[in-house]
């Protein structure tokens, strides 16, 4: 019998001798305590939080916990149905009511995880005659949402705006276009040329898709994403999103203005078959996206953060994914997997957590330490931070 | 020449700056095993050839191709399906 996990020794292999050399394992942290947004216990050590996508520090909101409990209490602990069968209770319909109001459109539509959200948009609407201009860059939802569909996929060196225009042009007459563009690619922490990719994208005739998991809350004067901060929204057809973010808690959503676009509820599949969230979820999240509405003072916060970070972990000499601070991620390449899981180790030791990233999820075979951050980390605890990378960074020989 | 034989002789002049390993080609070199190529190498190769020929070759397209003689064939037919 042929075994069919065989094809799996390679990364067997490439993990057990990383391990070997007595590495804590990076993909198999566990938090023993969360104490809150910023600070969990991990191996019984008191551990700063600096990789999660906590970015408006939601999940410990007295509001927002208030709200989740009154739901359990009310509407039990889950639904178990379908959103088109017996899914769909008063929190989901109010949830997607904030997430019209917070993005000022017509529509909105709530999916169990932001993956299924791209999975089941993209599958859906781009048909087999149809083509699909993506980003190499993408996330593997989006690539899984092309992979479920039928379309033609197409995709461009990341953020060229040339190579974008170059494939528009060549699609044959006639047949449907989709570009499908992220605001913040999450691994560096890039932002999209998306004023000028929208441009060229619907010059072409094509409709435009926009993750904007990454930018939600606090980018743009609403924090409505890149798209909203470059002055574009407007021509984005599809902005899709994730409540496990900025929001605090977990599920996707796709917001527009298309005048047909309710008939998804119909036939997307990933939609239709799978249990709605549990209203509990449903309740934190749209309380959580209305107080996000009225965060001004948060964002400037964050943003401060990012920004002193970067300065911060450059002028320590690490090298950084982008430039100049983009979003809240902040992103140290590695020399290689070795030296970044020594790194990330040496980190855990000085109690920082941080993800480390390596291929398939990043690009150009990068190892990274990426660092998010978040609204609720203090000015004293970025200063920690920078002074745990200095330690750590002597420690592993990654800076001198 | 045949229309095919320009082709590959365009195809090998396209390999030739991604050959890092002076890999020596024939219609039955395969891209991945024996060029070695990553992703991204791919990516730049393929608009590369785009540009050349003036097609599309979508990801769909090139999941079928592992060879530089399935690639002939396949700007053969694209060709073919341009001028009909």
């Not at chain 1, 299924?116 to 201009?133: H, P």
């Not at chain 2, 003036?54 to 690639?71: K, R």
Request: with cysteine; aromatic share 8%; hydrophobic share 45%.
């Amino acid at each position: 019998m042929a075994d069919l996990f065989s094809k799996f020794d390679p990364i067997i292999q490439q993990r057990e001798t990383l391990l070997e050399t007595g590495l804590t394992d990076p993909f198999n942290l566990v938090m023993e305590k969360v104490e809150s947004p910023t600070v969990a216990i991990c191996n019984g050590r008191r551990t700063i939080l600096l990789g999660t996508y906590n970015y408006m520090g939601m999940t410990f909101d007295p509001d927002v916990i208030a709200a989740g409990k009154q739901a359990l209490d009310d509407f039990g602990s889950g639904t178990t149905g379908s959103r088109v069968l017996n899914g769909t209770y008063a929190g989901h319909r109010a949830v997607e009511e904030a997430l019209k109001d917070f993005y000022a459109m017509d529509h909105a539509m709530v999916f169990s995880t932001g993956y299924q959200a791209n999975l089941g948009v993209i599958s859906t609407i781009a048909g087999k005659e149809d083509y699909i201009v993506l980003d190499i860059d993408s996330h593997a939802s989006i690539y899984d949402g092309c992979a479920l569909g039928n379309a033609q996929i197409v995709p461009f060196r990341h953020n060229d705006l040339d190579a974008l225009e170059k494939r528009l042009k060549r699609i044959p007459e006639g047949a449907g276009k989709l570009v499908v563009l992220e605001g913040v690619y999450s691994m560096l922490g890039d932002i999209a040329p998306l004023k000028e990719m929208v441009a060229i994208a619907k010059a072409n005739g094509a409709m435009v898709l926009v993750d904007e998991a990454h930018s939600m809350g606090f980018i743009g004067d609403n924090g409505r994403g890149v798209a909203e901060a470059q002055g574009i929204i407007d021509d984005v057809d599809f902005i899709i999103g994730t409540f496990s973010k900025s929001v605090g808690t977990v599920g996707g959503f796709c917001v527009s203005n298309h005048p047909k676009f309710e008939i998804l509820r119909l036939v997307c599949r990933p939609y239709v078959f799978t249990a709605s969230l549990p209203p509990s979820v449903v309740a934190t999240a749209a309380t959580s996206i209305r107080k996000l509405m009225h965060s001004a003072d948060k964002r400037a916060h964050l943003w401060e953060n990012s920004r002193r970070l970067h300065a911060g972990l450059k002028q320590l000499g690490f090298q950084l994914g982008t430039d100049e601070p983009q979003s809240a991620i902040i992103s140290v390449i590695m020399p290689d997997l070795e030296t970044g899981a020594a790194m990330w180790e040496a980190l855990l030791n000085e109690g920082l957590y941080v993800n480390l990233a390596r291929p398939p999820a990043t690009p150009a075979g990068m190892t990274l330490l990426r660092c998010s951050l978040c609204a609720l980390h203090s000015s004293e605890q970025v200063g920690e931070i920078l002074g745990m990378f200095t330690a750590a960074g002597r420690a592993t020989g990654c800076i001198s | 020449m045949s229309d095919r034989q320009q082709t590959y002789a365009k195809v090998l002049g396209l390999i030739e700056p991604f050959n890092k390993k002076g890999v020596a080609i024939t219609e039955g070199t395969r891209f991945a095993q024996d060029l070695e190529w990553d992703s991204l190498t791919v990516l730049d190769f393929v608009a590369n050839v785009e540009d050349e020929f003036d097609v599309l070759i979508s990801m769909n397209m090139q999941a079928e191709i592992e060879t530089v003689g399935q690639l002939v064939d396949a700007l053969e037919r694209l060709a073919a399906a341009r001028g009909s």
